[in-house]
């Protein structure tokens, strides 16, 4: 039995007779932390207070709110990993899910795990399902706002890790396919002009990026044939977000690693904002307003008044990274809701200060756990991403824990150390060496 082992095994002794009081040793109880890697998160289109979230892993389970967002039940386990969760706006509450991935790399007529298209008529609480086209792995899916029944997706094709869009008529049983990108690459945008359903535009990330690379293209035929449209960008990165003004479908927001880019002539031409906007991942116009906007930028919220063309950045700092969905409930008070790699969180004054909004979700992949030498009550989790979490009272009946300020740059969390003689040093070792 090697040393990290054992290591794990001991602290799991320690735990258990923390929580029972040495009185029963043959129960465990979960403690948290509350949260973990959160792959999708969807607001109901009419009844804002219900949202679901989905975790990343296989299985993956589902987890759903009733009270916006301040606890969460698990409603559903897929036996399988989410690519992507959608409410459907024609019949609220409806929900379809996407699982199946394609394994990098593959070779030949190797296929990709099966993916499916999963269906719930009653807010996630049951589900059928149909198989997809089986050459493809799916990574997205949209709803037509015009046509119900009509679905629009990108999916990847195992042998050549291509780019295909396809779209269906009546629901996902059958689909018209068209190649986006022929070489090596990632979809990693589907943004409808729900003005005009015969636009669809698509963002890439090619594996080889050059000067040349092509990160943008469009369809002005529903989807038959794609163009590609040129953004001179002061970074080559993947595109992060596209959105369409849904007042002016000519405005429209591209953003990359380098910031938020604006074309006011349907993408004839572009400008880069001004401003501070650090490697925006998702852009919201604000219905009432269409001059302001935010983006979910770094570890905050960039925010403009002036239609996208300068932005500044809020001082709150938002935990974990990797942004998966972000949720605008639009009111008297706008909160936003986004989900990362640490979990859920919410703001109301846009990004001054972030909220957990977690309770309920145990799904937290814990890496590492130590107690404190020094105080026996104080544990720390590692968890799998860039989070460590400290608890004070860990042999409680009711378990609070704090994510401690983001003092390290890693991008996963290996493993910590707590030093003996210094309790208030903390070591993160990253898992990638």
């Known amino acids: 039995m090697n040393h990290l082992l054992k290591t794990v095994l001991v602290i799991a002794c320690l735990l258990l007779l923390l929580m029972t009081g040495f009185a029963q040793t043959n129960r465990w109880k979960g403690i948290g932390p509350e949260g973990g890697v959160i792959g999708a998160l969807v607001q109901h289109p009419l009844q804002g207070n219900i949202l679901y979230a989905a975790l990343q892993g296989n299985p993956a389970p589902l987890f759903r709110s009733t009270d916006g967002g301040l606890r969460w039940a698990k409603c559903w386990e897929f036996e399988s990993a989410i690519a992507c969760l959608k409410a459907n706006p024609h019949k609220p509450d409806m929900l379809y899910a996407v699982t199946g991935s394609a394994p990098f790399g593959v070779i030949g007529g190797e296929l990709p795990e099966p993916g499916r298209l999963y269906e719930s008529r009653d807010q996630g609480r049951t589900w059928s399902s149909k198989p997809l086209p089986p050459i493809y792995s799916f990574s997205r899916i949209e709803f037509d706002a015009k046509t119900p029944g009509t679905i629009h997706a990108l999916a990847q094709v195992p042998t050549t890790q291509g780019i295909v869009y396809l779209k269906s008529t009546d629901d ?177 004054d846009l990004g001054k200060t972030w909220v957990p909004s977690n309770k309920g979700i145990l799904g937290t992949q814990i890496t590492s756990l130590r107690l404190s030498a020094s105080s026996p009550g104080t544990l720390l989790a590692g968890v799998m991403t860039n989070a460590v979490y400290m608890t004070s009272a860990a042999g409680a009946s009711a378990v609070a824990w704090d994510q401690l300020p983001v003092f390290y740059t890693c991008t996963s969390i290996g493993d910590i150390q707590v030093m003996p003689k210094k309790p208030y040093k903390v070591l993160a070792i990253e898992g990638g060496g």
């Open 172 to 348: 996902g049983s059958t689909w018209m396919t068209t190649e986006v990108l022929s070489d090596r690459g990632w979809a990693t945008n589907l943004t409808l002009d729900n003005s005009n359903p015969d636009v669809v535009y698509v963002g890439a990330y090619p594996m080889m990026m050059t000067t040349d690379s092509k990160f943008l293209y469009r369809s002005t035929n529903g989807g038959k044939t794609f163009t590609t449209l040129t953004v001179k960008t002061n970074y080559i990165s993947p595109v992060d977000d596209i959105v369409i003004d849904s007042r002016d479908s000519r405005k429209i927001y591209f953003l990359n690693y380098s910031g938020v880019y604006r074309s006011t002539d349907g993408g004839g031409t572009w400008e880069k904002n001004k401003g501070t906007v650090a490697t925006p991942q998702r852009l919201w116009i604000d219905p009432a307003n269409h001059d302001h906007l935010f983006a979910i930028a770094g570890k905050g919220v960039a925010e403009s008044h002036d239609g996208g063309v300068t932005f500044k950045e809020a001082a709150g700092k938002l935990p974990g990274s990797g942004v998966s969905s972000v949720v605008v409930a639009a009111g008297a008070k706008t909160t936003v809701f986004v989900s990362n790699t640490a979990g859920i969180f919410r703001t109301t």
